[in-house]
């Protein structure tokens, strides 16, 4: 009878054990990753676009037509040396009935005004002739005793006023002639310019700066205005980069500040600073029709132009500005972090168990942040914690068997 009691309880202990293994819920599968000390930085990412940094502007002096353009997009040129445009001037356009009966009476009275210089110029002649042969004339009685001093004084001062006055009109009879000129230019039409124009009718822009053709109006002869656009020249080894970021990220950005870029389609990562913040906001409507508040950044590239073939203006590219960094920094993936009351916790793993453990967290990077208590390094945190996941609960990583 006492070896059956034994047997009876050891098969009672048997099935209760079964019992309790059979409805025991299984380990919640979970991922895990380990709280690290080393180093850590903030950025600050958004897309840029490269621009030259002086792009020089090429106009046209005066109103004309281009011929043919003589350099391409992409073309090398050399300062003062390369034509970049050839530029006819524009030729007169044709006059009104009333304008041209203005301008033939503007040419008449100009050609008697010439008529009436030359007239005078022959009369200070005469009178300048005559000045000099009685002066010549009174010198000779002086010199005799004849003639008295006074004489031969006032047939000087005579000579020096007849001399004043021939050079008078001879210079009225040039501003006449100046003036008819002008007023017959006010007839020439587009076929009288055309034939008084010759050969020496273009003039040839060169270069003013070395660098690569970046743009380029027309390929093909048009009429520009004085001042409009012919092309544009850049050096396209001095680049910079344009990055828009939102005023709540720019503020966290200063002068000097070290960026990384990416995403340009080379295999380095380039490196670069910040040169400029501006100081006004601009709003842009994003994608999802939201209005944003930008600040435009500029950056300097410090990697040199052999590292970075191909780079172009107005290439898109990918910048991370740092914003800060720390050697040993003891940190966590973001994805273990969930709010817990007014702050932040995370469930560590100890013996096979999720422990909810409160966390004072500082920075946050691109994937880790910033723990500033609450938990050890090298302990492990669950990743994406569920609504399976409670105080005690029994868990396992998800790789594990």
Same mark, same amino acid.
């Given at each position: 009878?006492?070896?059956?009691? #034994? ?16 409805? /025991? ?15 850590m ?7 840029? #676009?490269t ?16 011929a ?8 090398r ?11 006819? !001037? ?5 006059l ?28 200070a ?11 010549? &004339?009174?010198?000779?009685? =002086? ?31 040039e ?15 587009p ?23 970046l ?18 020249i ?6 910079? #980069? ?9 503020v966290?950005? /200063? !002068?000097?500040m ?14 670069? &600073? ?9 709003? /842009? ?22 590292q ?7 290439? &898109? ?6 914003v ?11 994805? =273990?972090?969930? /709010? ?34 609450g938990?050890?390094d ?6 994406? =914690? ?12 998800r790789?594990?068997?």
């Amino acid at each position: 009878m006492a070896r059956g009691r #034994i047997l009876i309880g050891l098969f009672a202990a048997a099935l209760v054990v079964g019992l309790v293994a059979a409805l /025991r819920p299984d380990p919640v599968p979970v991922d895990l990753a380990e709280v690290t000390l080393g180093p850590m930085e903030v950025t600050v990412e958004a897309e840029g #676009i490269t621009r030259v940094r002086d792009p020089y502007a090429v106009t046209a002096p005066l109103t004309g037509t281009t011929a043919r353009s003589p350099v391409e997009v992409g073309d090398r040129v050399v300062a003062g040396e390369t034509v970049v445009a050839i530029l006819q !001037p524009a030729e007169p356009a044709f006059l009104d009935i009333r304008a041209r009966r203005q301008a033939e009476a503007a040419v008449a009275e100009a050609e008697a005004s010439v008529r009436v210089a030359e007239a005078n110029l022959a009369a200070a002649r005469t009178e300048l002739s005559f000045a000099e042969a009685q002066e010549a &004339r009174h010198r000779t009685l =002086a010199d005799r005793g004849i003639v008295s001093h006074e004489m031969l004084e006032q047939s000087a001062q005579r000579l020096e006023t007849a001399r004043s006055a021939d050079l008078s009109a001879q210079s009225e009879l040039e501003l006449r002639r100046a003036t008819l000129e002008r007023m017959r230019a006010q007839l020439l039409g587009p076929g009288n310019a055309a034939a008084q124009g010759g050969e020496d009718c273009c003039i040839e822009i060169r270069a003013p700066q070395g660098g690569t053709v970046l743009a380029v109006a027309s390929l093909w002869p048009r009429l520009v205005l004085a001042g409009g656009p012919l092309l544009t020249i850049g050096d396209l080894a001095d680049l910079e #980069i344009e990055v828009d970021l939102l005023s709540s990220d720019a503020v966290q950005v /200063r !002068p000097g500040m070290p960026a990384r870029i990416d995403g340009w389609g080379g295999s380095e990562v380039l490196e670069a &600073r910040v040169r400029e913040i501006e100081p006004a906001a601009f709003t /842009r409507v994003s994608a999802l029709g939201i209005e944003e508040q930008r600040v435009r950044l500029r950056l300097d590239i410090l990697t040199p132009a052999a590292q970075r073939p191909g780079l172009g203006d107005r290439f &898109r590219v990918f910048v991370q500005v740092v914003v800060w960094s720390g050697a040993e920094v003891l940190q966590l993936p973001q994805g =273990a972090l969930f /709010r817990h009351g007014a702050g932040w916790a995370v469930f560590r793993e100890e013996a096979g168990r999720a422990v909810l453990t409160p966390v004072a967290v500082g920075r946050r990077g691109t994937d880790t942040v910033e723990v500033l208590g609450g938990i050890a390094d090298g302990a492990r945190v669950v990743l994406y =914690a569920g609504n399976r996941l409670a105080e005690a609960v029994r868990i396992a990583p998800r790789d594990a068997p």
